[in-house]
């Protein structure tokens, strides 16, 4: 039985030519080209090969399960794919992962494997290469699925501990558009100010102590994009529409006038801003409101809904914060609202 690379080019061998990358750079305007390229094809181990790799990456030792062929072949093979360009690869860990991509060949390459696809669409060996492929891909998330069912109850633990928590919220805050201008209001010591720095292009951070900016100015001395002002909440040093974004971070319980601190949120936000007010929720412990020298003792969530509609927010939502098992403090709100 002849091989449908072997029938496209008559029963005679085609000549052994140079694999070199330098070939495949030479002029598409000569011939050299066009031969070297009909030359890497015109093996059926290649040609399943890059049927195999056209779909999905893989490594040396799932091909050679698929293609059952020992591993000097498939290397072999996969070198000379590599040189042509028809190849690519990339490492994880101590494995080469191998794919292909029609869009990424030059035109002759992908004229070429286009025509190769449609002669070998029926071919028996590639129909049974495919089923082996999908036991393959079948036992891959098995495994996975396996590990999941085995890891759920411990997965955040096994997470934290193996990656670590801060990429949880750098992922959360790689979402922000990179052209905000956010408002950090009641800055403290600038955690918030520091955390949103490498995610948009300026932070306004203002704070009426001292003491705090001091300790926020240590934070973010790495950070040249963020503005540190002194000044009060009922008064912001921030001009009218400069911001895209508003926080206040456990802040409104300090302050003696909750509705002047939210117009003057609302004053610095351009049309469509976005305001985010986390704070505590109703409790009656008065020796920690006294010990931590708050204000008042949380806010019920229908009353700051209309706090904020009185100063112009529209589409405000307030939710509970899940308490975190640590946690020795009331339990707080998260609220959100657009200008």
């Keep these: ?55 999905h990456e893989l490594g040396v030792v799932e091909l050679c399960d698929v293609l059952q062929l020992p591993q000097s072949t498939v290397s072999r093979h996969l070198k000379v794919l590599g040189d042509q360009g028809w ?44 089923l082996r492929l999908a036991r393959l891909l079948r ?75 001091k300790a926020a100015k240590r934070r973010v001395a790495d950070h040249d994009n963020v503005d540190l002002r002194r000044g009060d909440l009922e008064a912001l040093p921030i001009d009218d529409a400069t911001c895209d974004a508003a ?6 319980a300090y302050v003696t006038d909750p509705a002047a601190v939210l117009k003057e949120m609302a004053r610095v936000l351009k049309p469509g801003g976005r305001a985010v007010v986390v704070d505590l929720l109703p409790h009656d412990r008065d020796d920690f409101r006294r010990q931590m020298g708050q204000q008042r003792g949380g806010f019920e969530p229908a009353a700051l809904r209309q706090l904020l509609a009185a100063a112009g927010f529209a589409a405000s939502r307030v939710e509970a914060v899940p308490p975190e098992p640590d946690a020795k403090g009331p339990a707080l709100f998260v609220a959100t609202a657009t200008k």
């Excluded at 091989?3 to 694999?19: K, W, Y």
């Design 247 to 252: 926080l206040l971070l456990l802040v409104l």
């Design 139 to 213: 036992e891959k998330e098995h495994d996975s699925q396996a590990f999941f069912a085995g890891a759920a109850s411990e997965w955040d633990k096994l997470r934290g501990e193996l990656y670590g928590r801060a990429f949880h919220d750098v992922a959360l805050l790689s979402l922000l558009p990179s052209d905000y201008v956010v408002a950090d209001l009641g800055c403290g010591t600038g955690q918030a100010a520091a955390a949103l720095a490498p995610h948009v292009r300026q932070v306004i951070a203002v704070d009426n102590s001292a003491a705090m900016l």
């Design 1 to 55: 039985m002849m091989f449908p690379a072997a029938a496209a080019c008559g029963a005679r061998r085609a000549p052994i030519l140079d694999h070199s990358p330098a070939m495949v750079k030479t002029s598409t305007g000569q011939p050299d080209v066009l031969l070297a390229r009909m030359a890497s094809l015109a093996d059926p181990t290649r040609l399943r090969l890059l049927r195999l790799l056209e779909r």
């Design 87 to 130: 190849a690519r690869s990339r490492r994880q860990g101590t494995t080469h992962l191998y794919r292909t991509i029609l869009d990424e060949l030059d035109p002759v390459a992908r004229r070429l494997w286009l025509i190769a696809r449609e002669q070998t669409e029926q071919w028996a060996t590639v129909q049974q290469d495919a």
